[in-house]
């Protein structure tokens, strides 16, 4: 059971614009930066969202993110068959001795 | 720019220790960044080992604590995890990573990923 919860699955067809959600609590997201990760098989995470709502260099404006409260949400707009990914959020969890907590990840389909 | 290299055994005996190395390339290890460790078993999502700073300070996952070891070698560039008493429950394919300097704001870096399987 992870610490951050995602939905397992999302979908959409090309060009659609498609919202990943992210819930924590006070610990984690409430009082930390979010980051977001694309994990495609067989590579290595990429960073995709840092601080929340930043993206590294490279990084197509089509990906963006927020937070409010203990939530965030990845949003992949003009969506695109390379997208299809595992796509895992993150934060750094304020418990006693601190720790990074992840999503359970969710599969995203291009339809 | 900054790239990480892992290596070590992709097969380890149960009990016995997993033993992996990043080493750091285009940059100094050295820096105002925490080093992290990040696996992830078979058909699971991610999960997060520890961090070490380049003083040694490390921070580990609650749930591997007393069994993780992590080290820094400045004079090689490259940073160790050490994982005893390995089970099955320890097959994964893990990732070392480089957090950002803005402290714990993301992991910008990660290396190619080792395939780690725990059998006899």
């Known amino acids: 059971q992870s610490v951050l919860t995602q939905p397992p699955s999302a979908s959409g067809t090309p060009g659609q614009r498609v919202t990943i959600s992210c819930s924590g609590s006070?610990?984690?997201?409430?009082?930390?930066?979010v980051s977001w990760y694309q994990h495609l098989p067989g590579t290595a995470p990429k960073l995709l969202i840092s601080?929340?709502?930043q993206r590294p260099s490279g990084v197509p404006d089509r990906f963006s993110g927020s937070k409010s409260g203990t939530s965030a949400s990845l949003a992949i707009s003009g969506l695109q068959s390379e997208d299809e990914a595992d796509y895992y959020c993150?934060?750094?969890?304020?418990?006693?001795?601190?720790?990074?907590?992840f999503g359970g990840g969710t599969k995203l389909t291009v339809l | 720019q900054v790239q990480l290299q892992q290596s070590g055994p992709g097969l380890v005996k149960p009990s016995g220790t997993l033993s992996l190395t990043c080493a750091v390339s285009?940059?100094?290890?050295?820096?105002?960044?925490?080093w992290n460790w990040v696996r992830q078993p078979p058909g699971r999502g991610l999960e997060w080992i520890g961090e070490?700073?380049?003083?040694?300070?490390?921070h580990y996952s609650p749930s591997l604590r007393s069994r993780v070891t992590m080290s820094v070698d400045k004079s090689k560039n490259q940073f160790s995890l050490k994982l005893n008493f390995v089970t099955a429950a320890d097959t994964a394919v893990y990732y070392c990573?480089?957090?950002?300097?803005?402290?714990?704001?993301?992991?910008?870096?990660w290396g190619q990923g080792t395939t780690v399987t725990v059998s006899s």
């Open positions: 990573a480089r957090g950002l300097e803005a402290y714990h704001h993301g992991m910008d870096v």
């Open positions: 285009g940059g100094s290890i050295s820096t105002n960044n925490w």
């Open positions: 070490i700073y380049h003083s040694g300070n490390t």
């Open positions: 006070s610990s984690n997201i409430g009082g930390n930066t």
């Open positions: 601080t929340n709502n």
């Open positions: 993150a934060a750094w969890d304020d418990s006693p001795n601190g720790l990074w907590v």
